[in-house]
């Protein structure tokens, strides 16, 4: 069955059931999940189809072609056979002769080495290059195709002694002997030993001609010699027939060699032709013994019986996009597509096809090429007008040509005109934008907002002018949605970040394995666990502290969740970057010389004890033995602090009052300075306290002690003016201070 058929019904069913309805129709590929056809002008048709394999995507794109007087198939190399260019370089070789080109195609397989063709290549009506026993395809001027093989029968005459040729612009064999023009090259490339005979030649070469050529030198020197201009080459190996070396032994200049080229009838008229390295489909049925083994990306052109052209392409060797075929199922393809004969063209990265959208000025490629990039190659076919633009629009075109879409999305439209040889062109009245099927509504510059679920279509009507209309299908509950990363574009099965970082998440829904179209707004987000916030448009903040939990996205009734996992590679929860005592946390912290009050608690606003400061400046002394033991009532053996209290006593660093030292009470600013003062071992000052309102509350016997911290700048003063020697020191303070003395010691 002709796929137009059911890729026309997209607009009147869901995409299930286009599936349903369809997937039998395109057994070779798959299902078929998305698609549409669009007009390129007179006797053109591109259409798309993407299709489920069960595992992944198959992609095809191709042109049916009607012969229609104005749009004809020519055959492209560069200015030499062995010269070559990708689609644009082409193109303009065509533009040049005056030749519009509308789409095309690549050509055929080539020798790697110097981008000599396999097969046949017949330029307007002359013969570049023979068929080397390959298919082939000829195209007559009106647009009408001939498949199978040329077989050319080339011969010289040679003293009245014909002699059959190997090739024409063909790479001579060991043995052989070609005729060569200077189409072929600069040079003719030979390589092994043998007799080149330099001739004028009287007329161009053709499918069926004769031609007579003069001798004008004989060159026996081998290998490559240069083509003159205008000149034709008739080289003979060392190791050819007798009969044909002793044949050429008696050519001298001013001897004339008639030489005759015949093919079949069926091709004595082409004007363009292209080899072809397999035959796919002979009257209705697929060639047997084709390759079935590798899969890629392939290009083929068939006939129809109706005589029309189908101009074909799929791509592959990309996961997740377009897997490709092998030989033998593309030949079932063509088969499946209605053709009764096709042809194999080249492929892998070389698979190109290009056109003109409707209403365009320039050429787009129109399928995605395996390597990334439009590869250079020897020929291509491409669909060509001599005819001019008008400048008066006749037609309307919307793109893009199908839209799938998430309900609540937006998305926009663009409109052009083309005048009637496909040119494009300014429509000279008002164009009306419109929905049917109640899906949505458009505005005058083409922004479309999905509102209901269901098919339906964004049309274009203008008086005077053919419509245009392009199929949208709404979906309220997609299949599957993934979550992706916004910024690398990978999908995200699990998340795992640093705490207080954020990343940015966007959404990606499917339906029937087709991506639709969606913003943030279509969906909604949520975190929990714990583990942070996640606003309306995706942006996640992960929480302080460490954390696992889930990131969930919904849209319509399908929703999808994944583990996330929030870590933070500081030690404390309660201690920040921002914070202004983080550097000094983290150097007591790290030196061991504060522990935390708890599993990754640093409590940094916590009232620092006399036993907690004792204790760190006998850390950071290297928790020396005391030598004594029992000097205060309070302290007794084995507290985690009595070391560090017997320590300080021993060196005078705390005395105690009354026989006591009072571990667990709350340490003033005053008492923290008069320590640190004589751990410090009672250094000399020369401060003063004269800057601060409230310098005489400093207790006497810590007025020395003060007026050093203060010198030192180890303490400052809680504001510009007041020192408030009697508050009690944070745990966070009393490590800015030891952090303060460290950066001091090391300048």
Same mark, same amino acid.
């Given at each position: 069955m002709?796929?137009?058929?059911?890729?026309?019904?997209?607009?009147a069913?869901?995409?299930?059931?286009?599936?349903?309805a369809?997937?039998?129709?395109?057994?070779v590929?798959?299902?078929? !999940?998305?698609?549409?056809?669009?007009? &390129?002008?007179?006797?053109?048709?591109l259409?798309?189809?993407?299709?489920?394999?069960?595992?992944?995507y198959?992609t095809?794109?191709?042109?049916e072609y009607?012969?229609?007087s104005?749009?004809?198939?020519v055959?492209?190399?560069?200015?030499?056979?062995?010269n070559?260019?990708?689609?644009?370089?082409?193109?303009?070789? &065509?533009?040049?002769?005056?030749?519009?080109?509308?789409?095309?195609?690549?050509?055929?397989y080539?020798v790697?080495?110097?981008y000599?063709?396999?097969?046949?290549?017949v330029?307007?009506?002359?013969l570049?290059?023979?068929?080397?026993?390959? +298919?082939?395809?000829?195209?007559?001027?009106?647009?009408?195709?001939?498949?199978g093989k040329p077989?050319?029968?080339?011969?010289a005459?040679i003293g009245?002694?014909?002699f059959?040729?190997d090739?024409?612009?063909?790479?001579?064999?060991?043995?052989?002997?070609?005729l060569?023009? #200077?189409?072929?090259?600069?040079s003719?490339?030979?390589?092994?030993?043998?007799?080149? *005979?330099?001739?004028?030649?009287s007329?161009?070469?053709?499918?069926?001609?004769?031609?007579?050529?003069?001798?004008?030198?004989i060159?026996t020197?081998?290998?490559?010699?240069?083509?003159?201009?205008?000149?034709? !080459?008739l080289?003979?190996s060392?190791?050819a027939?007798?009969?044909?070396k002793?044949?050429?032994?008696t050519?001298?200049?001013?001897?004339t060699?008639?030489? /005759?080229?015949?093919?079949?009838?069926?091709?004595a008229n082409?004007?363009y032709?292209?080899?072809?390295?397999?035959?796919?489909?002979?009257?209705?049925?697929?060639?047997?013994?084709?390759p079935?083994?590798?899969?890629?990306?392939?290009?083929?052109v068939?006939?129809?019986?109706?005589?029309?052209?189908?101009?074909?392409?799929i #791509?592959?060797?990309?996961?997740?996009? =377009?897997?490709?075929?092998?030989?033998?199922?593309?030949?079932q393809?063509?088969?499946?597509?209605g053709c009764?004969?096709?042809?194999?063209?080249?492929?892998?990265?070389s698979?190109?096809?290009n056109?003109?959208y409707?209403g365009?000025?320039?050429? =787009?490629q129109?399928n995605?090429p395996?390597?990334?990039?439009?590869r250079?190659?020897t020929?291509?076919?491409?669909?060509v007008?001599?005819?001019k633009?008008?400048?008066t629009?006749?037609?309307l075109a919307?793109y893009?040509?199908?839209?799938?879409?998430?309900?609540g999305?937006?998305t926009?439209?663009?409109?052009?005109?083309?005048?009637?040889?496909?040119y494009?062109?300014?429509?000279?009245?008002?164009?009306?934008?419109?929905v049917?099927?109640?899906?949505?509504?458009?505005t005058?510059?083409g922004?479309?907002?999905?509102n209901t679920?269901?098919?339906?279509?964004?049309?274009a009507?203008?008086?005077?002018l053919?419509?245009a209309?392009?199929?949208?299908n709404?979906v309220?509950t997609?299949?599957?949605?993934?979550?992706?990363?916004?910024?690398?574009?990978?999908?995200?099965n699990?998340?795992?970040?640093?705490?207080?970082?954020?990343t940015?998440?966007?959404?990606?829904?499917?339906k029937?394995?087709v991506?639709?179209?969606s913003?943030?707004?279509c969906?909604?987000?949520?975190?929990?666990g714990?583990?942070?916030?996640?606003s309306?448009d995706?942006?996640?903040?992960a929480?302080?502290?460490?954390?696992?939990?889930?990131?969930?996205?919904?849209?319509?009734d399908?929703?999808?969740?994944?583990?996330?996992?929030?870590?933070?590679?500081?030690k404390?929860?309660?201690v920040? /970057?921002?914070?202004w005592?983080?550097g000094?946390v983290?150097?007591?912290?790290?030196?061991?010389i504060?522990?935390?009050?708890a599993d990754r608690i640093?409590?940094?606003n916590a009232?620092?004890?006399?036993?907690?400061?004792?204790?760190?400046? +006998?850390?950071?002394?290297?928790?020396?033995?005391p030598?004594i033991?029992?000097?205060?009532?309070?302290v007794?053996?084995?507290?985690w602090?009595?070391?560090?209290?017997y +320590?300080?006593?021993?060196?005078?660093?705390?005395?105690?009052?009354?026989g006591?030292?009072?571990?667990?009470?709350?340490?003033?600013r005053?008492?923290?300075?008069t320590?640190?003062?004589?751990?410090?071992?009672s250094?000399?000052?020369?401060?003063?306290?004269?800057?601060?309102t409230?310098a005489?509350s400093?207790?006497?016997?810590?007025?020395?002690?003060?007026? +050093?911290?203060?010198?030192?700048k180890?303490?400052?003063? *809680?504001?510009?003016?007041?020192?408030?020697?009697?508050?009690?020191?944070?745990?966070?303070?009393?490590?800015?201070?030891?952090?303060r003395?460290?950066?001091?010691?090391s300048?």
């Amino acid at each position: 069955m002709h796929r137009k058929k059911y890729i026309r019904t997209v607009a009147a069913i869901s995409a299930l059931s286009l599936v349903l309805a369809t997937g039998a129709l395109a057994a070779v590929l798959g299902d078929l !999940i998305s698609g549409h056809e669009t007009y &390129l002008g007179a006797g053109m048709e591109l259409s798309k189809g993407v299709y489920w394999t069960g595992s992944d995507y198959q992609t095809e794109n191709y042109i049916e072609y009607s012969q229609a007087s104005k749009v004809y198939p020519v055959v492209i190399s560069g200015s030499k056979v062995c010269n070559y260019g990708n689609f644009s370089s082409m193109a303009n070789l &065509l533009e040049k002769q005056g030749k519009h080109v509308i789409a095309g195609i690549n050509g055929d397989y080539y020798v790697v080495a110097n981008y000599e063709p396999l097969g046949i290549e017949v330029m307007n009506g002359e013969l570049w290059s023979s068929d080397a026993d390959h +298919w082939g395809i000829g195209f007559m001027s009106d647009g009408t195709a001939v498949f199978g093989k040329p077989d050319l029968s080339i011969t010289a005459n040679i003293g009245g002694q014909d002699f059959a040729l190997d090739a024409v612009n063909k790479t001579r064999r060991d043995g052989g002997a070609v005729l060569y023009t #200077d189409d072929y090259s600069t040079s003719t490339k030979n390589t092994g030993e043998g007799v080149d *005979v330099v001739c004028s030649i009287s007329a161009p070469l053709s499918m069926n001609c004769e031609a007579t050529l003069t001798v004008e030198e004989i060159r026996t020197e081998g290998g490559a010699i240069a083509i003159p201009a205008g000149k034709a !080459i008739l080289s003979v190996s060392a190791n050819a027939s007798a009969e044909l070396k002793a044949a050429v032994a008696t050519l001298a200049a001013g001897t004339t060699v008639p030489v /005759k080229i015949s093919s079949p009838p069926e091709w004595a008229n082409v004007t363009y032709a292209i080899g072809s390295l397999y035959k796919l489909v002979t009257n209705g049925a697929v060639e047997a013994g084709l390759p079935a083994n590798e899969v890629a990306p392939r290009t083929a052109v068939g006939k129809k019986a109706d005589g029309s052209l189908v101009f074909y392409t799929i #791509d592959g060797r990309q996961t997740g996009y =377009s897997v490709g075929i092998t030989i033998a199922k593309l030949a079932q393809r063509m088969l499946e597509l209605g053709c009764v004969e096709a042809s194999i063209m080249d492929g892998g990265g070389s698979t190109s096809l290009n056109a003109i959208y409707l209403g365009d000025s320039s050429i =787009s490629q129109i399928n995605d090429p395996s390597d990334n990039y439009q590869r250079s190659v020897t020929n291509y076919i491409m669909l060509v007008t001599d005819a001019k633009a008008t400048g008066t629009a006749t037609r309307l075109a919307l793109y893009p040509l199908s839209t799938d879409i998430l309900l609540g999305a937006t998305t926009t439209f663009s409109l052009k005109a083309a005048d009637d040889n496909g040119y494009a062109a300014t429509p000279s009245s008002y164009v009306n934008l419109a929905v049917t099927g109640g899906v949505g509504t458009i505005t005058n510059d083409g922004t479309f907002t999905a509102n209901t679920a269901g098919s339906g279509n964004v049309t274009a009507t203008a008086s005077g002018l053919m419509s245009a209309s392009v199929q949208v299908n709404v979906v309220k509950t997609p299949d599957t949605i993934k979550i992706k990363n916004e910024t690398s574009g990978s999908t995200l099965n699990s998340l795992s970040v640093l705490s207080e970082s954020t990343t940015s998440l966007t959404a990606l829904a499917q339906k029937n394995h087709v991506s639709l179209v969606s913003q943030d707004t279509c969906y909604t987000w949520s975190a929990e666990g714990g583990i942070g916030t996640i606003s309306a448009d995706g942006t996640f903040t992960a929480g302080t502290q460490n954390a696992s939990g889930t990131i969930t996205v919904k849209a319509g009734d399908t929703s999808v969740s994944i583990p996330v996992t929030i870590t933070n590679p500081e030690k404390f929860d309660d201690v920040k /970057k921002t914070d202004w005592f983080y550097g000094a946390v983290k150097y007591v912290s790290d030196g061991g010389i504060m522990n935390g009050t708890a599993d990754r608690i640093f409590s940094p606003n916590a009232e620092m004890s006399r036993a907690m400061a004792v204790t760190v400046l +006998w850390r950071l002394a290297g928790s020396p033995e005391p030598s004594i033991t029992g000097t205060f009532t309070d302290v007794p053996n084995g507290q985690w602090y009595s070391k560090a209290v017997y +320590w300080a006593n021993e060196k005078g660093v705390v005395q105690g009052y009354g026989g006591k030292f009072d571990p667990n009470a709350s340490i003033s600013r005053e008492q923290l300075a008069t320590i640190l003062y004589r751990y410090c071992e009672s250094p000399a000052t020369y401060g003063t306290l004269s800057a601060f309102t409230d310098a005489s509350s400093v207790s006497s016997w810590a007025q020395t002690a003060f007026c +050093w911290a203060v010198e030192q700048k180890y303490i400052g003063g *809680v504001t510009e003016t007041t020192l408030l020697p009697q508050m009690t020191a944070t745990r966070a303070q009393f490590a800015t201070i030891l952090y303060r003395i460290a950066r001091s010691a090391s300048d």
